[in-house]
């Protein structure tokens, strides 16, 4: 039995403070590398993150690329011509650095924490690692199992299951439909294949170098313009193709047979980081459902107890945004908790929020922003992802005063345009002989084959 929580009782969120637009030097080097440098002083570290521009060009090549991509995050760690796997760890660590490598449908981004005196021999191992990275066969074939496995577990799971069918049904032939690899396809990768990959992607031009911490501007730029004077290869970046437009279309059901669980998703267009209808939908979404203050967590997580963790979020990627709506919750309880969610959608694209709602959503917001940048890893990271956007360093002080002046009416008009239920595609990840017949009372369904729950 769930006991409704009094949300009256949760404190007022105190006053926010103005977002600090950070001391930023910049400058393009000649290879077309733009290189960002925040000092920070006081914390005697530096924060380096490389996004280097990485979309598939086109569903068709969309499957392959992004299975060459999956391996060669991880494998252009193991080596290059002049040292093996565990020297190059050697060499960072001596700096105290270890650099990740991550991937998204848009992007490469390597990532690492250094010492400052470290930053032009973490650099030059960097320099080394994009210029002559060596994919030695017996290791590919390792890190390539490796992954492989990872991505058949990840897609055995239920949420991943229902944000891949989302994605397919928002995206259709579009490589952002395309959500992971088939492990089929991540074997066939070949060292050969990912040294052509490297050559022809991994390039300056349109790449971002932000470097935030314990320097002085200059020498670091200095020190970026030396230490990777030889990463000049010749290519352009390459970004994602526009997104086409595509209906919502009817609910459709993933079967999951003998789930005890359902998994739902629901997702839209939301505007891009440079719409000025943005500031007005980040805070109808936090009153909808992006916090636990929010309508949503209160509806069918307080009141009625469906699920544990309701959440809406606006999220960005280069050619798309969206608002996206998520619940897991009991397969008993599937249409319910739906019906409940199209409810507290279509109550805020119909009535106006209260200022007290707007007011905590305000304050909930900034406050975020603020905690998102006070950290050096949090500001490297926040500016990357800006600058790769295209965005300028001040963008999020330009964002928190467009915020203050939101006002419920406007509130009100992007959540008619953009949180309508009839304007979301839905999916519900379940046992489809206990579901789809509740469901179909809220609309039209479509089932489709998916996982089985053994």
Same mark, same amino acid.
Do not use: C, K
């Given at each position: 039995?769930?006991?409704?929580?009094?949300?009256?009782?949760?404190?007022?969120?105190?006053?926010?403070?103005?977002?600090?637009?950070?001391?930023?030097?910049?400058?393009?080097?000649?290879?077309?590398?733009?290189?960002?440098?925040?000092?920070?002083?006081?914390?005697?570290?530096?924060?380096?993150?490389?996004?280097?521009?990485?979309?598939?060009?086109?569903?068709?090549?969309?499957?392959?690329?992004?299975?060459?991509?999956?391996?060669?995050?991880?494998?252009?760690?193991?080596?290059?011509?002049?040292?093996?796997?565990?020297?190059?760890?050697?060499?960072?660590?001596?700096?105290?650095?270890? %650099?990740? @490598?991550?991937?998204?449908?848009? $992007?490469? !981004?390597?990532?690492?924490? =250094?010492? /400052?005196? #470290?930053?032009?021999? *973490?650099?030059?191992?960097?320099?080394?690692?994009?210029?002559?990275?060596?994919?030695?066969?017996?290791?590919?074939?390792?890190?390539?199992?490796?992954?492989?496995?990872?991505?058949?577990?990840?897609?055995?799971?239920?949420?991943?299951?229902?944000?891949?069918?989302?994605?397919?049904?928002?995206?259709?032939?579009?490589?952002?439909?395309?959500?992971?690899?088939?492990?089929?396809?991540? %074997?066939? @990768?070949?060292?050969?294949?990912? $040294?052509? !990959?490297?050559?022809?992607? =991994?390039? /300056?031009? #349109?790449?971002?170098? *932000?470097?935030?911490?314990?320097?002085?501007?200059?020498?670091?730029?200095?020190?970026?313009?030396?230490?990777?004077?030889?990463?000049?290869?010749?290519?352009?970046?390459?970004?994602?193709?526009?997104?086409?437009?595509?209906?919502?279309?009817?609910?459709?059901?993933?079967?999951?047979?003998?789930?005890?669980?359902?998994?739902?998703?629901?997702?839209?267009?939301?505007?891009?980081?440079?719409?000025?209808?943005?500031?007005?939908?980040?805070?109808?979404?936090?009153?909808?459902?992006?916090?636990?203050?929010?309508?949503?967590?209160?509806?069918?997580?307080?009141?009625?107890?469906?699920?544990?963790?309701?959440?809406?979020?606006?999220?960005?990627?280069?050619?798309?945004?969206?608002?996206?709506?998520?619940?897991?919750?009991?397969?008993?309880?599937?249409?319910?908790?739906?019906?409940?969610?199209?409810?507290?959608?279509?109550?805020?694209?119909?009535?106006?929020?209260?200022?007290?709602?707007?007011?905590?959503?305000?304050?909930?917001?900034?406050?975020?922003?603020?905690?998102?940048?006070?950290?050096?890893?949090?500001?490297?990271?926040?500016?990357?992802?800006?600058?790769?956007?295209?965005?300028?360093?001040?963008?999020?002080?330009?964002?928190?005063?467009?915020?203050?002046?939101?006002?419920?009416?406007?509130?009100?008009?992007?959540?008619?345009?953009?949180?309508?239920?009839?304007?979301?595609?839905?999916?519900?990840?379940?046992?489809?002989?206990?579901?789809?017949?509740?469901?179909?009372?809220?609309?039209?369904?479509?089932?489709?084959?998916?996982?089985?729950?053994?």
């Amino acid at each position: 039995m769930s006991t409704a929580l009094d949300l009256s009782l949760i404190p007022p969120l105190g006053e926010p403070r103005p977002q600090p637009v950070p001391e930023v030097t910049e400058t393009v080097l000649p290879s077309g590398l733009r290189v960002v440098v925040v000092p920070r002083p006081g914390v005697p570290l530096v924060e380096l993150r490389l996004r280097v521009p990485f979309a598939a060009t086109s569903a068709r090549s969309a499957a392959t690329h992004t299975a060459r991509t999956a391996v060669l995050s991880g494998a252009v760690l193991l080596g290059t011509a002049a040292h093996d796997q565990t020297e190059i760890a050697q060499l960072l660590q001596g700096h105290g650095a270890e %650099l990740s @490598v991550s991937a998204d449908p848009d $992007r490469l !981004l390597l990532s690492t924490t =250094l010492l /400052p005196e #470290g930053l032009a021999p *973490v650099l030059g191992v960097l320099a080394e690692l994009l210029t002559s990275a060596a994919y030695p066969n017996d290791q590919v074939e390792g890190e390539r199992a490796r992954v492989a496995e990872r991505i058949s577990i990840a897609r055995s799971q239920p949420g991943v299951i229902a944000r891949t069918a989302l994605a397919a049904r928002r995206y259709g032939a579009h490589p952002y439909a395309l959500q992971l690899p088939s492990p089929d396809l991540v %074997l066939a @990768v070949r060292s050969t294949a990912l $040294r052509t !990959l490297h050559r022809d992607r =991994l390039v /300056p031009a #349109g790449s971002t170098l *932000v470097l935030v911490g314990d320097l002085d501007p200059q020498a670091a730029i200095d020190a970026a313009g030396s230490a990777l004077t030889e990463w000049s290869r010749e290519g352009e970046a390459v970004t994602a193709p526009d997104v086409p437009a595509i209906a919502p279309g009817a609910l459709e059901i993933v079967d999951r047979r003998g789930a005890v669980q359902s998994n739902i998703r629901l997702g839209g267009p939301a505007p891009g980081r440079t719409d000025p209808d943005l500031p007005a939908v980040r805070l109808a979404n936090m009153v909808f459902g992006g916090y636990f203050s929010s309508r949503l967590v209160e509806n069918i997580r307080e009141r009625r107890g469906y699920t544990y963790s309701p959440r809406s979020s606006v999220d960005h990627l280069v050619a798309s945004s969206s608002f996206l709506v998520e619940a897991d919750v009991a397969t008993e309880v599937t249409a319910p908790a739906l019906l409940e969610t199209q409810y507290e959608l279509g109550r805020i694209a119909l009535t106006p929020v209260t200022e007290a709602e707007l007011d905590a959503a305000r304050r909930y917001v900034l406050g975020s922003m603020a905690l998102s940048t006070a950290t050096h890893a949090g500001l490297a990271s926040t500016l990357s992802a800006l600058l790769g956007a295209g965005l300028p360093s001040d963008w999020l002080a330009e964002h928190q005063r467009a915020l203050a002046e939101v006002t419920v009416e406007q509130v009100q008009d992007v959540a008619r345009r953009y949180l309508a239920p009839s304007g979301l595609t839905a999916v519900v990840v379940g046992d489809a002989d206990v579901i789809t017949e509740p469901l179909r009372a809220l609309g039209p369904v479509e089932v489709a084959a998916g996982e089985v729950e053994e």
